[in-house]
T-cell receptor, first 110, second 116 residues
Protein backbone atom coordinates (compact mmCIF):
# COMPACT_ATOMS: atom_id res chain seq x y z
CA UNK A 1 0.00 0.00 0.00
CA UNK A 2 1.22 3.52 -0.68
CA UNK A 3 1.04 6.29 1.83
CA UNK A 4 1.39 9.41 -0.18
CA UNK A 5 3.42 11.45 -2.53
CA UNK A 6 7.07 11.90 -3.17
CA UNK A 7 8.28 14.80 -5.18
CA UNK A 8 9.80 15.31 -7.51
CA UNK A 9 9.17 12.08 -9.41
CA UNK A 10 12.55 12.45 -11.05
CA UNK A 11 15.47 14.79 -10.57
CA UNK A 12 18.67 15.30 -12.49
CA UNK A 13 21.47 17.46 -11.13
CA UNK A 14 25.15 18.03 -11.68
CA UNK A 15 27.69 16.20 -9.58
CA UNK A 16 28.62 18.27 -6.55
CA UNK A 17 25.25 19.93 -6.24
CA UNK A 18 22.75 19.21 -3.49
CA UNK A 19 19.65 17.13 -4.09
CA UNK A 20 16.43 17.52 -2.13
CA UNK A 21 13.53 15.09 -2.18
CA UNK A 22 10.25 15.45 -0.37
CA UNK A 23 7.79 12.97 1.02
CA UNK A 24 4.28 13.55 2.30
CA UNK A 25 2.12 11.07 4.17
CA UNK A 26 -1.42 10.83 5.39
CA UNK A 27 -1.66 9.00 8.71
CA UNK A 28 0.02 9.29 12.09
CA UNK A 29 3.37 7.55 12.28
CA UNK A 30 5.93 6.13 14.70
CA UNK A 31 8.81 6.82 12.36
CA UNK A 32 9.71 7.61 8.79
CA UNK A 33 12.50 5.91 6.92
CA UNK A 34 14.38 6.64 3.72
CA UNK A 35 15.73 3.94 1.44
CA UNK A 36 17.82 3.89 -1.70
CA UNK A 37 17.44 1.40 -4.51
CA UNK A 38 19.76 1.05 -7.43
CA UNK A 39 18.13 -0.13 -10.63
CA UNK A 40 17.09 -3.76 -10.36
CA UNK A 41 18.69 -4.15 -6.96
CA UNK A 42 17.56 -4.45 -3.36
CA UNK A 43 16.84 -1.69 -0.92
CA UNK A 44 19.44 0.02 1.19
CA UNK A 45 18.28 1.57 4.43
CA UNK A 46 19.57 5.13 4.71
CA UNK A 47 18.13 6.72 7.79
CA UNK A 48 15.25 6.47 10.25
CA UNK A 49 13.71 9.47 11.95
CA UNK A 50 11.27 9.04 14.79
CA UNK A 51 8.08 11.00 15.15
CA UNK A 52 9.49 13.01 18.06
CA UNK A 53 12.56 14.04 16.08
CA UNK A 54 12.72 17.00 13.73
CA UNK A 55 16.07 16.56 12.04
CA UNK A 56 18.67 13.88 11.67
CA UNK A 57 22.05 13.69 9.96
CA UNK A 58 24.05 10.80 8.61
CA UNK A 59 27.15 11.66 6.62
CA UNK A 60 26.03 13.65 3.58
CA UNK A 61 22.39 12.97 4.34
CA UNK A 62 20.09 15.28 6.23
CA UNK A 63 16.49 14.34 6.94
CA UNK A 64 13.82 16.60 8.35
CA UNK A 65 10.41 15.65 9.64
CA UNK A 66 7.44 17.96 10.13
CA UNK A 67 4.64 15.96 11.72
CA UNK A 68 2.28 18.95 11.67
CA UNK A 69 2.55 19.04 7.88
CA UNK A 70 2.97 15.28 7.59
CA UNK A 71 6.02 15.73 5.44
CA UNK A 72 9.70 14.87 5.35
CA UNK A 73 12.63 15.88 3.22
CA UNK A 74 15.87 14.15 2.33
CA UNK A 75 18.84 16.31 1.44
CA UNK A 76 21.92 14.81 -0.14
CA UNK A 77 24.81 17.25 -0.10
CA UNK A 78 27.77 17.31 -2.47
CA UNK A 79 26.19 14.69 -4.69
CA UNK A 80 28.25 12.03 -6.42
CA UNK A 81 27.60 9.94 -9.50
CA UNK A 82 27.21 6.92 -7.19
CA UNK A 83 24.18 8.59 -5.60
CA UNK A 84 22.23 7.93 -8.80
CA UNK A 85 19.35 5.72 -7.68
CA UNK A 86 15.70 5.75 -6.73
CA UNK A 87 14.91 7.01 -3.26
CA UNK A 88 11.87 5.90 -1.31
CA UNK A 89 10.35 7.08 1.91
CA UNK A 90 8.38 4.69 4.06
CA UNK A 91 6.34 5.33 7.18
CA UNK A 92 5.81 2.95 10.04
CA UNK A 93 2.83 3.03 12.33
CA UNK A 94 1.66 0.94 15.24
CA UNK A 95 1.39 -2.30 13.27
CA UNK A 96 5.02 -2.17 12.05
CA UNK A 97 3.99 -2.35 8.42
CA UNK A 98 5.88 0.01 6.17
CA UNK A 99 3.83 2.18 3.87
CA UNK A 100 5.79 3.38 0.87
CA UNK A 101 5.94 6.51 -1.18
CA UNK A 102 6.14 6.31 -4.96
CA UNK A 103 9.83 7.14 -5.06
CA UNK A 104 12.05 9.78 -6.59
CA UNK A 105 14.49 8.86 -9.33
CA UNK A 106 17.72 10.81 -8.86
CA UNK A 107 20.25 11.12 -11.66
CA UNK A 108 23.63 12.69 -10.96
CA UNK A 109 25.40 13.89 -14.07
CA UNK A 110 29.20 13.69 -13.90
CA UNK B 1 24.07 -4.99 10.92
CA UNK B 2 21.46 -7.68 10.44
CA UNK B 3 21.55 -9.54 7.12
CA UNK B 4 18.66 -10.95 5.17
CA UNK B 5 19.28 -13.20 2.20
CA UNK B 6 17.02 -14.36 -0.58
CA UNK B 7 17.33 -17.36 -2.77
CA UNK B 8 17.37 -17.50 -5.70
CA UNK B 9 18.53 -14.11 -6.96
CA UNK B 10 16.64 -14.60 -10.19
CA UNK B 11 14.61 -17.36 -11.76
CA UNK B 12 13.12 -17.95 -15.17
CA UNK B 13 10.38 -20.52 -15.41
CA UNK B 14 7.72 -21.75 -17.76
CA UNK B 15 4.10 -20.79 -17.36
CA UNK B 16 2.20 -23.20 -15.13
CA UNK B 17 5.11 -24.17 -12.90
CA UNK B 18 5.52 -23.27 -9.24
CA UNK B 19 8.44 -21.29 -7.91
CA UNK B 20 9.64 -21.13 -4.32
CA UNK B 21 11.54 -18.12 -3.03
CA UNK B 22 13.35 -18.31 0.29
CA UNK B 23 14.00 -15.46 2.68
CA UNK B 24 16.47 -16.05 5.50
CA UNK B 25 17.62 -13.92 8.39
CA UNK B 26 21.27 -14.88 8.69
CA UNK B 27 22.36 -13.51 12.03
CA UNK B 28 19.17 -12.78 13.91
CA UNK B 29 15.78 -14.23 14.66
CA UNK B 30 12.97 -12.69 12.69
CA UNK B 31 9.58 -13.00 14.31
CA UNK B 32 7.91 -11.07 11.52
CA UNK B 33 8.74 -11.02 7.83
CA UNK B 34 7.13 -9.13 5.01
CA UNK B 35 6.83 -9.99 1.34
CA UNK B 36 6.70 -7.29 -1.30
CA UNK B 37 6.52 -7.21 -5.04
CA UNK B 38 7.80 -4.42 -7.18
CA UNK B 39 7.00 -3.74 -10.82
CA UNK B 40 9.48 -1.84 -12.98
CA UNK B 41 9.81 1.80 -12.04
CA UNK B 42 7.24 1.46 -9.30
CA UNK B 43 7.30 1.41 -5.55
CA UNK B 44 7.04 -1.63 -3.35
CA UNK B 45 3.65 -3.22 -2.81
CA UNK B 46 3.14 -5.16 0.38
CA UNK B 47 1.79 -8.61 -0.36
CA UNK B 48 1.64 -10.22 3.04
CA UNK B 49 2.89 -10.23 6.60
CA UNK B 50 4.39 -13.49 7.75
CA UNK B 51 4.57 -14.35 11.46
CA UNK B 52 6.53 -17.32 12.67
CA UNK B 53 4.29 -20.23 13.56
CA UNK B 54 1.06 -18.70 12.33
CA UNK B 55 -0.73 -18.04 9.09
CA UNK B 56 0.31 -15.13 6.95
CA UNK B 57 -1.84 -12.03 6.71
CA UNK B 58 -2.44 -11.10 3.11
CA UNK B 59 -3.11 -7.64 1.77
CA UNK B 60 -6.30 -6.97 -0.08
CA UNK B 61 -6.18 -8.24 -3.63
CA UNK B 62 -3.42 -10.77 -3.05
CA UNK B 63 -4.53 -14.33 -3.68
CA UNK B 64 -3.66 -16.62 -0.78
CA UNK B 65 -3.79 -19.75 -2.90
CA UNK B 66 -1.60 -18.18 -5.53
CA UNK B 67 1.10 -16.89 -3.22
CA UNK B 68 1.71 -19.44 -0.49
CA UNK B 69 3.72 -18.18 2.46
CA UNK B 70 5.28 -20.41 5.08
CA UNK B 71 7.19 -19.01 8.06
CA UNK B 72 8.14 -22.27 9.72
CA UNK B 73 11.11 -21.04 11.71
CA UNK B 74 12.47 -17.82 13.15
CA UNK B 75 15.02 -17.55 10.37
CA UNK B 76 13.16 -18.68 7.27
CA UNK B 77 10.09 -17.63 5.36
CA UNK B 78 9.20 -18.97 1.94
CA UNK B 79 6.98 -17.57 -0.79
CA UNK B 80 5.72 -20.04 -3.36
CA UNK B 81 4.21 -18.66 -6.53
CA UNK B 82 1.92 -21.44 -7.65
CA UNK B 83 1.02 -22.06 -11.28
CA UNK B 84 2.99 -19.01 -12.31
CA UNK B 85 1.92 -16.96 -15.30
CA UNK B 86 3.67 -14.16 -17.17
CA UNK B 87 1.76 -11.53 -15.19
CA UNK B 88 3.43 -12.86 -12.03
CA UNK B 89 6.79 -11.75 -13.40
CA UNK B 90 8.09 -9.21 -10.95
CA UNK B 91 10.78 -8.37 -8.42
CA UNK B 92 9.95 -10.00 -5.08
CA UNK B 93 11.53 -8.58 -1.94
CA UNK B 94 11.32 -9.79 1.62
CA UNK B 95 12.10 -7.94 4.79
CA UNK B 96 12.35 -8.88 8.42
CA UNK B 97 11.96 -7.28 11.78
CA UNK B 98 14.54 -8.36 14.28
CA UNK B 99 14.23 -9.47 17.83
CA UNK B 100 15.36 -6.21 19.32
CA UNK B 101 12.02 -4.46 19.30
CA UNK B 102 13.40 -1.72 17.13
CA UNK B 103 11.55 -0.26 14.19
CA UNK B 104 14.09 -0.97 11.50
CA UNK B 105 13.31 -3.55 8.88
CA UNK B 106 16.10 -5.39 7.11
CA UNK B 107 15.61 -6.13 3.45
CA UNK B 108 16.72 -9.01 1.30
CA UNK B 109 18.37 -8.29 -2.06
CA UNK B 110 15.27 -9.33 -3.98
CA UNK B 111 14.40 -12.14 -6.38
CA UNK B 112 13.58 -11.40 -9.99
CA UNK B 113 11.00 -13.81 -11.34
CA UNK B 114 10.42 -14.07 -15.07
CA UNK B 115 7.65 -16.35 -16.24
CA UNK B 116 7.76 -17.26 -19.92
Amino acid sequence: SQQGEEDPQALSIQEGENATMNCSYKTSINNLQWYRQNSGRGLVHLILIRSNEREKHSGRLRVTLDTSKKSSSLLITASRAADTASYFCATSGSNYQLIWGAGTKLIIKP
Amino acid sequence: GAVVSQHPSWVICKSGTSVKIECRSLDFQATTMFWYRQFPKQSLMLMATSNEGSKATYEQGVEKDKFLINHASLTLSTLTVTSAHPEDSSFYICSAYGQWGDDEQFFGPGTRLTVL
